[in-house]
């Protein structure tokens, strides 16, 4: 048996701890746009106002709960496949989700001008690229 504090161990708890994150910083995300689209569409509608991307809110903020959603979902169950299989598959596509996300999560902050905003998103992107490389199979 390895010994706890071993290379092997410790990635296989970083590779946990950081499905996890990204399950609960999706997934709150998604449902929250779910159980108050109204009041999340309305604050959107009025950040990208005067932006070339205003006549496109509705279908952003569709695109936007699906991938956040869809990362969450994979997420988390990828760190339940993950502690009982050691099968990295599902998490590593969260991650892939999710840093997809971010990159138009990103976008959209910065056509909008909000760019204390999209700086706010950068260690969540480092997060899940960081996600990415220690989920895949080396």
């Known amino acids: 048996m390895p010994r706890l504090t071993s290379p092997d161990i410790a990635s296989y708890i970083l590779q946990i701890l950081v499905s996890a994150f990204l399950a609960i910083l999706f997934l709150q995300s998604g ?28 279908p952003m903020f569709a695109v936007i709960t699906l991938l956040e959603i869809s990362a969450g979902a994979l997420s988390g169950m990828g ?37 204390v905003g999209a700086a706010a998103l950068v260690p969540y992107f480092l997060l899940a690229i960081s ?8």
Do not use: W
């Open 31 to 58: 449902i929250d746009k779910v159980v108050d689209r109204r009041g999340n569409r309305a604050y959107l509608e009025q950040h990208f106002a005067k932006s070339p991307l205003a006549g496109t809110v509705r």
């Open 79 to 115: 760190c339940v496949v993950l502690i009982l299989t050691h099968d990295t598959m599902v998490a590593y596509l969260g991650a892939v989700v999710g840093a997809i996300n971010l990159c138009a999560l990103f976008f959209g902050q910065r056509v909008a001008k909000d760019y």
């Open 131 to 138: 996600a990415i490389y220690l989920l895949a199979e080396h």
